[in-house]
């Protein structure tokens, strides 16, 4: 089934003018003939459209920050936005040492009434110094809800009075909720930080061994990170920081001694992957350890990046070794995917990331999108220098990063690096247009209502969403699968993970649950009519 702009036209017809024509820039239908293709993105959602979208603390603190297991993350605000963010996302995390896990506590200031009249620094105060005494964690952070904003509380003082008095790493993000127009403003804000306050402060000058690498955007969620460390271990890299799945501060604070720097979600991650080349010069390679062949092209990348001839060697050895391994397994899953359509629509990176698994499985992405991603996830970065910043965007500090006068070296020779970018995309990502079908449809921050609509016309047999979006395909009789919290599976990174989410779709196209329920169209009548009155023509 193709979708042409009269059909696009259908759909946006139901929306009054103005919201038709902002509608319309946020979706395109890919042609590869027409070149590059401009989207609008990261953008204001129109009020009252069903977005998926988060807001800017979710981001901070739940996204990029939140996975820091040996920090207290405290919410500054009334309880409803602890709670909510609380353990929500499936970001694992195990420690050595099991008093410095903070990840099952929700810690959060409670504002009442009084403290939003009066101000909430004192109280604020007050619990971190609490906090202190319980837990005695490496290092904390606050994090601001929409009114701690609102009525000017100044957090980034009752921090540094806290840092002097305690003498650890105490630091605030004023990331309130309405701050940008997503979550993607607080992956920002949370990056801002982490370079000033935490990479660096370690005392390591030189990197603990061979092939010292960080893995950055990899949340490890339902154990992602987990499967795709064990690959790298096992080629013998040595990974001194994750940003941030079952990361911690302790190993953070070194991450300045790496030779490399793995990109695997650009969206969340990219603004401190660009600042630590600048300080410290070091490179950052995109990977995408989502998907066989992606998981394979991203160690063989890797490999090419450091130029050792038995690195190669044992990538090839770990890629032979893994693919006997799981190749059998697949091989009945495969035969219940094939000739699949699916929809994949997730937040800011796995848009792109899972539409190469699914191909490896047989089926086929007719639509996709990001909730709330940038013009250079879509259309690659050499779009960035014309992307305008506008209100929403200034509103986010940038830091002016110069390189560290003590550490700064380059990692390899601007010769090798200038090669090597024609290579494997070393500091670039090319976007998720490029990638997709001549005739797939690619919508940014798409609604509830285009979402039944493009499923009408499209009838995937599955639909890749989140928790908000997930119901209307299933009420409509087809599967969904959460790609943000994997559905309380996973993990589905790397070779072993690409077996779980073949097992789990497969599942979803077998089981008989949707014997019982049938999608509108299938008892629709095929002709519509109206009846007219009789008036005009009956005597009586
Ligand atoms: Fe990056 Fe993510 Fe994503 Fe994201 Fe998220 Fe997430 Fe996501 Mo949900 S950091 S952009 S803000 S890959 S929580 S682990 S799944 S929307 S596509």
Redesign the pocket.
Known sequence: MAVNEKDLDKILNRYPAKVKRSRKKHILIRDSSMGQQEIEANTRTIPGIMTNRGCAFA?CKG?VLGPLKDVVHIVHGPIGCAYYSWLT?RNKAISEDPEKNFLTYCVSTDLQESDIVFGGEKKLARMIDEVVEFFKPNAITVSATCPVGLIGDDMQTVARIAREKHGISITAYNCEGYKGVS?SAG?HIANNGLLEWMVGQGDMEEPPGKYTINIL?E?N?GGDGWEVERVLKEIGYNVQAVLTGNGSYENLINAHVAELNLVQ?H??INYIADMLEKKYGTPWLKVNFIGIRATCESLRNMALYFGDEELMRKTEEVIARELAQIEPQLEPYRKICAGKTTFCF??????HHYQGLYEELGIDTMLAGY?FAHRDDYEGRDVLPCIKPDADSKNIPELHVVPDERRYRLKITAEKMAELKDRIPLGNYKGMNVTMKDGSVIVDDLNHYETEEFIEIFKPDIFSS?IKDKYIPQKMGIPSKQ??NYDYSGPYAGFKGAVNFARDISMSFTTPTWNFIDPPWKNRPMLEGTIQSCADNCSE
């Open positions: 981001g996204v996302r979550q992956h955007g949340y969620i979600c969206r969340s997730v937040g800011g990176s796995r848009g909730e989140g790609l943000h």
